[in-house]
């Protein structure tokens, strides 16, 4: 049972334009989310994350929205640079104690922004 | 910056050979991770670790094992490799973040060919 689904496996964006990734989780006790980005041949790096608290997080281009209620998360990229091509990993963890918890992912999503 | 280094970036091996893969962190995380990427199956996890000399099984264990006789070493062993076992394999290790959540920082991968 796939409890963090990122249902677009790929995704085109032109340079310039926005780029909006989803993400859709079925455990509601899912507390944190997390978006990381990976490279081809390296290991994914952590780009946002937001806590079940809030409905929104900014950092510079990126910003993460949570819809608890729908269960359902997005990653906007504004403005996309051709930069930004790579599989984005949407992730969730249901806030276990500290020490003792686990991540766990979706399959992914390749963005492609086209110069 | 935290700095997860594993040893081997492609390793090529035959069938029923042992294998180590070999993962070091350098900021004293106490919880280490052993994940492998497929395409389209995103990050399974195979182990985790959340002290020296402790294990637990993740989501795909089988075939697997793992050591942990130093905090900042986590090794996964392959018994007999088998050709269904060539993957992508990403270490990580974690700190909890300020709202005591835990974010994930990974080496480059390790491609590992099974022939």
């Known amino acids: 049972d796939q409890q963090v689904k990122q249902n677009s496996p790929s995704l085109s964006v032109q340079e310039g334009r926005i780029s909006i990734l989803n993400c859709d989780y079925t455990n509601s006790m899912f507390d944190y989310f997390l978006w990381y980005k990976k490279y081809p041949a390296e290991g994914p790096t952590f780009l946002i994350s937001?806590?079940?608290?809030?409905d929104k997080n900014e950092d510079g281009r990126f910003t993460v929205f949570l819809n608890k209620s729908a269960k359902h998360l997005s990653l906007h990229i504004v403005p996309s640079q051709p930069g930004d091509s790579a599989v984005y990993f949407c992730a969730a963890s249901a806030g276990y104690p500290a020490g003792s918890y686990q991540l766990t992912f979706g399959k992914g999503t390749k963005l492609s922004v086209i110069p | 910056d935290v700095k997860v280094t594993q040893s081997s970036r492609y390793l090529v091996k035959r069938t029923g050979e042992k294998v180590f893969l070999e993962c070091v962190q350098d900021?004293?995380?106490?919880?280490m991770f052993w994940y492998r990427q497929d395409p389209g199956l995103g990050l399974r996890l195979i182990y985790f670790s959340y002290d020296v000399k402790m294990k637990e099984k993740g989501d795909i264990p089988e075939g697997y094992s793992v050591s942990r006789e130093k905090k900042e070493r986590f090794s996964l062993i392959l018994e007999s490799a088998s050709t269904n076992q060539t993957s992508m394999y990403l270490c990580a290790s974690s700190s909890l973040t300020g709202d005591n959540n835990e974010k994930l920082f990974f080496g480059s991968g390790t491609q590992l060919s099974v022939l």
């Open positions: 937001i806590s079940s608290i809030k």
């Open positions: 900021m004293d995380h106490e919880n």
